[in-house]
C-alpha cells in the first residue's frame, strides 16, 4: 500500500460544506449558500478526478491514517481511510453524480424556505457516504454506514410538517436499524475470531479458512448477518418497504440517496466483502436467492403504479436485486458495473421526473399528465435516454451491464436467468408505460390559473404550477444532459471485459469463481444467443407498452378491472405494509395486542421504567431543555456531536 496525504481531504470537503451552511446559513443569501454548496461538494469531486489521474489497474492500494482510535490489548483501530480500484469507482459515481445533483437542486429548491437547511443536508450526506466507501476497516465502514441513515431521515423527512413525510423518514430509519444490529454482530464475530476490523488483516485471516461446503460455519455466519445489513440498506426483501415511502423526500434527495449512492452501500459492502462470501457458499446462495427474488417482486409492483416516482422506487428495488444475483454467483464486477451505470441513468430518471413534476405545479400521478413531449423535449429526450438504458436496449450502458449479469447467472444456474429474464421484459414494459402515460397523447392535466399553487406535499410551488405544463431552467437541465450522455457511453467501459480486468485485483477469489461460472455456461455462441435473447424480451416489453398505452389506451383499464383481486393486490404492493403492522407494528406500539408483548410491555419496561424514575428525575431537571422530544433535534445533536469528534480526530491526525 502506499500512503496518500490528500486521501482524507476528499469527505472532508463537503463536511466542512456541511458545516459552514449549517451553522451560517440562516443568515447567509441564498447565493453564498449556494456557492459554499457546491464548491466543497464540486472540490470533493475533482480531488477525486485527481486521485484517479495517477491510479491505474495495476497501481497499490493508497492509504491515509488520520488518527489513532481505539486500543484495547492487541485490538486496535485507526481511523483510516483506503483507496483501491473498486473504492475508486464508488468515490467517483458518489463524487460525481452527487455533484450533477448539487447543481439540479439549485434550481429545484431555490424557492424553498429551508434552502440552507437542504444543501447542508445535502453536504452532510456526501461526506458520511465518502467515508463509507473509503474506509479502511469496518468500524469506518460503519460510521459512514449510521451516518448515511442519519442523512437519510434528515432529507426523506425534510418537508417535516407533513405527516406522511415525517412518517417516512422515521421508517426508513427504524428499518434500517433492523438490518443495522446484524451488521454489527458480524462485526462483533470479527473481532471476537479474527482480532482485528481491518480489512487487510480480516481478509488475511479469513484466507487461511477452508471453505465451508459441508454445511454452515464461522465465514457462513457473517456473511448472512452482512447480507441482513446490506438488505436493510440497499432494500432488499424482506427490509425494502422504506424505499418506496422515502419518495416523500424533494427529488434531488431520491435521485441522490435512492438511485445513485445511499441505497448501493449493500451491494458495496458484499463487493468488499467478496472473500468471506468466496469462503462461505451457502451465504453466497442465499445473497443470489435474495437478490432474485427481490428484482421479480419489485418489478411486478412496478407494473400497477401511478405516481411517477413510486415507479422509479420500485425500479430501483428490481436493479438493486440485479447487483445482488450478480454478487451472489461471483460475478462482483458485473454488480459493481451495473451499480455504476445504474447510478448514470437512475439518477437521469429520478432528475428527469422531478424536471416533470416542476412543468406541471407539483403532480405526480401519471394519469394527469401525457403530451408533455411538446411542452418539455429536453426532459423528454434526456428520460427516453435513460428509459432505454434501463429496460437493456443496445448499446445504451444499462444493455452491457444486465447482459453482463445474466451471462454469469446463466453460469450458475439457469434458473437465475430466466428469472432475471422475466424480470427484464417487466422492466421494459412499465418504463415505457411509464414514457407513454408521461409524453404521449394529450395533456390530461388541469391548467392552473392562480398564480401560486401548492406540491404535491403540500407545499407552495413558488410560481412553478401556474399556467401551462413548462420546461425546466437550464440549472436542472444541465446535468439531464450529462448523464443522459453518460446514460449512452458509459456501457462502453465494459467492453472487452476492461472494467472487469480493472477490478480484478480485488476480486481475486471471486473473480475466479465468475470465470468457472462462465465457462460452464459454454461458449461465445451460446453468450450472443442469450444476449438476443434478453435484448428481444426488452423489445417486446416495450411493444407491449405501446400497444397498451399509444394505440389502445383504453385497454390497461378493462384488463386491470378483468383481473379484479390480482390487479388490486398488486397495485396495493400485495399489502404487505398492511401485514407488518399487523405482525410488527401494532404489538410493538400496543402492547395489549398480545399476551406476549402485554407481559413484555407491563413486566420489563414498565416495571424498569417506574422503578428507575426517582433517580431519573433528579437527571432530567439537568438535562430536560436538550429533551424536546422532536426526533429530528435529537439527530441533530448526534450529527453535531460525530462532527465535533471526527474534527478533533482529523486536528489529531494533522498535528
Not at 458518489?94 to 453536504?123: A, E, P
Not at 451499480?339 to 394527469?368: P, W, Y
Not at 424536546?628 to 460525530?642: D, I
Request: with cysteine.
Amino acid at each position: 500500500m502506499t500512503p496518500n496525504p490528500y486521501l482524507w481531504l476528499v469527505p472532508l470537503l463537503p463536511l466542512a460544506g456541511a458545516a459552514i451552511n449549517g451553522f451560517f446559513g440562516r443568515r447567509s443569501s441564498k447565493k453564498a449558500i449556494t456557492t459554499v454548496a457546491l464548491v466543497f461538494c464540486g472540490a470533493a469531486f475533482a480531488m477525486a478526478l485527481f486521485l484517479a489521474a495517477g491510479f491505474s489497474s495495476a497501481s497499490a492500494p493508497y492509504y491515509c491514517d488520520v488518527a489513532h482510535w481505539l486500543r484495547s490489548g492487541s485490538f486496535q483501530v485507526d481511523f483510516s481511510f483506503y483507496l483501491d480500484q473498486l473504492s475508486l469507482v464508488m468515490l467517483l459515481v458518489v463524487t460525481g453524480v452527487g455533484f450533477l445533483i448539487h447543481i439540479y437542486s439549485v434550481g429545484y429548491m431555490w424557492d424553498d424556505d429551508g434552502y440552507y437547511r437542504f444543501m447542508s443536508y445535502m453536504n452532510l450526506f456526501m461526506f458520511f457516504m465518502l467515508t463509507l466507501v473509503l474506509a479502511k476497516n469496518y468500524l469506518v465502514m460503519f460510521i459512514g454506514w449510521e451516518g448515511v441513515g442519519l442523512s437519510s431521515y434528515l432529507l426523506i423527512g425534510y418537508w417535516f410538517t407533513k405527516d406522511s413525510a415525517a412518517a417516512a423518514g422515521k421508517k426508513a430509519f427504524i428499518v434500517n436499524r433492523i438490518g443495522d444490529f446484524g451488521f454489527l454482530i458480524a462485526l462483533f464475530l470479527m473481532i471476537k475470531h479474527f482480532g482485528s476490523l481491518d480489512f487487510t488483516r480480516v481478509f488475511a485471516a479469513v484466507q487461511q479458512q477452508p471453505t465451508e461446503t459441508a454445511g454452515a460455519g464461522l465465514l457462513t455466519a457473517i456473511g448472512l448477518l452482512l447480507m441482513v445489513g446490506a438488505a436493510g440498506k440497499s432494500a432488499q426483501i424482506p427490509l425494502y418497504v422504506w424505499l418506496p415511502d422515502a419518495m416523500e423526500g424533494p427529488t434531488p434527495v431520491s435521485a441522490l440517496i435512492h438511485a445513485a449512492t445511499m441505497v448501493t452501500a449493500g451491494v458495496y459492502m458484499v463487493a468488499r466483502s467478496s472473500v468471506i462470501f468466496d469462503r462461505a457458499p451457502m451465504a453466497l446462495m442465499v445473497v443470489a436467492i435474495i437478490g432474485t427474488l427481490t428484482a421479480l417482486f419489485a418489478a411486478t409492483i412496478g407494473i400497477a403504479q401511478t405516481d411517477i416516482k413510486k415507479v422509479l422506487a420500485y425500479s430501483t428495488i428490481s436493479q438493486l436485486g440485479y447487483m445482488f444475483m450478480a454478487c451472489g454467483v461471483g460475478a462482483f464486477s458485473a454488480g459493481i458495473f451495473h451499480l455504476m451505470t445504474h447510478a448514470f441513468f437512475k439518477g437521469l430518471l429520478f432528475l428527469a421526473a422531478g424536471s416533470v413534476i416542476h412543468g406541471v405545479g407539483g403532480e405526480q400521478d401519471m394519469r394527469k399528465m401525457g403530451g408533455l413531449r411538446l411542452y418539455m423535449p429536453w426532459t423528454f429526450l434526456t428520460m427516453g435516454i435513460a428509459t432505454l438504458a434501463i429496460a437493456g436496449i443496445p448499446p445504451f450502458a444499462g444493455f452491457w451491464s444486465k447482459d453482463e449479469i445474466l451471462w454469469k447467472a446463466f453460469g450458475a444456474s439457469w434458473v437465475y436467468w430466466l428469472i432475471g429474464v422475466v424480470t427484464a421484459f417487466i422492466t421494459s414494459f412499465y418504463m415505457f408505460r411509464l414514457m407513454y402515460m408521461t409524453f404521449g397523447g394529450d395533456y390530461r392535466g388541469a391548467v392552473v390559473q392562480e398564480a401560486h399553487g401548492h406540491d404535491a406535499h403540500g407545499h407552495d410551488d413558488h410560481g412553478h404550477g401556474h399556467g401551462e405544463p413548462h420546461e425546466s431552467p437550464w440549472v436542472m437541465l444541465g446535468p439531464l444532459v450529462i448523464l443522459a450522455v453518460l446514460s449512452v457511453v458509459g456501457g462502453f467501459v465494459g467492453y472487452g471485459n476492461r472494467f472487469e480486468h480493472f477490478l480484478a485485483p480485488v476480486f481475486q477469489g471471486a473473480t475466479e469463481v465468475a470465470q468457472e461460472t462462465s465457462r460452464e455456461a459454454g461458449d461465445s455462441t451460446l453468450e450472443h444467443l442469450l444476449m438476443g435473447v434478453s435484448i428481444s424480451v426488452a423489445g417486446l416489453g416495450w411493444l407491449l407498452a405501446y400497444l397498451l398505452y399509444s394505440r389502445r389506451p383504453q385497454l390497461p383499464a378493462r384488463i386491470a378491472a378483468s383481473l379484479g383481486g390480482l390487479y388490486r393486490a398488486v397495485a396495493n404492493k400485495y399489502y404487505i405494509d398492511e401485514l407488518y403492522a399487523v405482525l410488527f407494528v401494532k404489538p410493538l406500539v400496543d402492547g395489549s395486542t398480545t399476551i406476549l408483548w402485554h407481559g413484555v410491555d407491563q413486566e420489563v419496561i414498565d416495571a424498569t421504567v417506574n422503578n428507575s424514575a426517582d433517580a431519573a428525575r433528579h437527571v432530567s431537571d439537568t438535562v430536560r431543555h436538550m429533551q424536546s422530544g422532536n426526533l429530528r433535534s435529537y439527530a441533530g445533536w448526534v450529527a453535531a456531536g460525530g462532527a465535533v469528534v471526527i474534527a478533533y480526530m482529523v486536528w489529531m491526525g494533522v498535528r
